[in-house]
Structures are given as structure tokens and as C-alpha cells.
């Protein structure tokens, strides 16, 4: 018979909490610290803009046509995800991990360029935005006010928010106007 299996059992405790304590510095030295680990799946985003369109028309109208083209002309495109606001199209094309995000940013800016004849009359060009997809933005403002007009506001987020924000290392900062009258948004994006 075993005249002290509590004394075993004490000693068995002391030694996994010693072998614990030994290899603790070891474990917290090989832990990253980042908290927003990165993540190698290159996004382009491609912003197409037309007011007076309700969502329908800017998938239909411009959306549909560019999304078309770039499947044929785009190389390394994993998929491409794409979401219509009214005045506003959002289309996000996501590359295999480890494609030539240059080269892709340079093929559909040129394929957005051919595909303008076959938009609505006045169409400006999108806004093509590259990043990561463990890149998200991490502040956004919304202004609003009782007593200043629309105008005004729009103005103080242009020439004073966004002024005093350029001088900032790490973020940039998109302009977007969407919806119509009433309200508008910023898209801020932090690239490092």
C-alpha cells in the first residue's frame, strides 16, 4: 500500500509549477504583439460615384459594366464583391495572396478608363483605393449640426477636419459624396 500518495501529489504540483514558471519568458518573448495581425489578401477598392442614380441604376449603369470587364482583363483576381448605394458604387477586388498589387492597380485603372464611353454622359473616372485586408479603418466621423447648413458643414470637414488630419503619419483620407441632399460621407483609410 502507498503510505503517502499526498505527498506525491504535492510534489508533482510543485514541479509542473516550476517547469510552468521556467518556460513563461520563453512563451511571452515568441508572442506577437500586434494586436491587428496582418493578413496577406491584397484588396483594391474601386469607387464609382454619379448623383441623381438610385442603387439599381449604379448596378446596372456602372457597376455591372466594370465588374464585367475586369474578369476578363484583371489578372490574379481571387473574387470581386460589390455593393450599390444610391449616387455611390463600391466594387472590392481581392487578389491571391502574394499577387502584384502595382499590377493590379494599374489594370483596373485601365480598364476603368475604356469602359467610361459606355457610362452615363458626364461619368468621372472611380476612386481606386489599394489595401490590405487587414486594413480597416479605425476612426470615422460623423459631423452634424442644429444650426450650421449643409454647405457649411461640408466645408468645415473639407478645408479644417481634414486639413489639420493630412499632417497626421498613417492615415488618408478619401472624400465621398453619396445619397443626395442631407448628408455625405468621408471614407477614412489607415495605411501604414
Request: net charge neutral; with cysteine.
Amino acid at each position: 500500500m502507498d503510505s503517502c500518495p499526498s505527498a506525491a501529489k504535492a510534489l508533482h504540483v510543485v514541479v509542473c509549477a516550476i517547469a510552468l514558471l521556467l518556460v513563461t519568458p520563453l512563451v511571452l518573448l515568441r508572442t506577437p504583439t500586434d494586436i491587428f495581425p496582418s493578413i496577406d489578401i491584397p484588396v483594391i477598392s474601386v469607387i464609382w460615384q454619379y448623383a441623381g442614380l438610385d442603387a439599381k441604376g449604379i448596378e446596372q449603369r456602372l457597376v455591372f459594366i466594370h465588374e464585367r470587364s475586369m474578369t476578363a482583363t484583371v489578372n490574379d483576381v481571387e473574387h470581386i464583391e460589390s455593393t450599390s448605394y444610391n449616387g455611390v458604387g463600391v466594387i472590392k477586388v481581392f487578389l491571391q495572396p502574394g499577387a502584384s498589387v502595382d499590377a493590379g492597380v494599374a489594370q483596373i485603372t485601365a480598364v476603368a478608363q475604356t469602359v467610361l464611353k459606355q457610362m452615363p454622359p458626364g461619368q468621372t473616372p472611380p476612386l481606386i483605393i489599394r489595401y490590405n485586408a487587414s486594413t480597416v479603418p479605425i476612426l470615422q466621423y460623423s459631423i452634424t449640426s442644429k444650426t450650421m447648413s449643409e454647405q457649411a458643414i461640408y466645408d468645415l470637414t473639407l478645408n479644417q477636419i481634414r486639413v489639420g488630419l493630412s499632417s497626421v503619419r498613417g492615415p488618408s483620407c478619401h472624400g465621398l459624396m453619396a445619397g443626395g441632399r442631407g448628408w455625405f460621407r468621408w471614407i477614412w483609410i489607415c495605411q501604414h
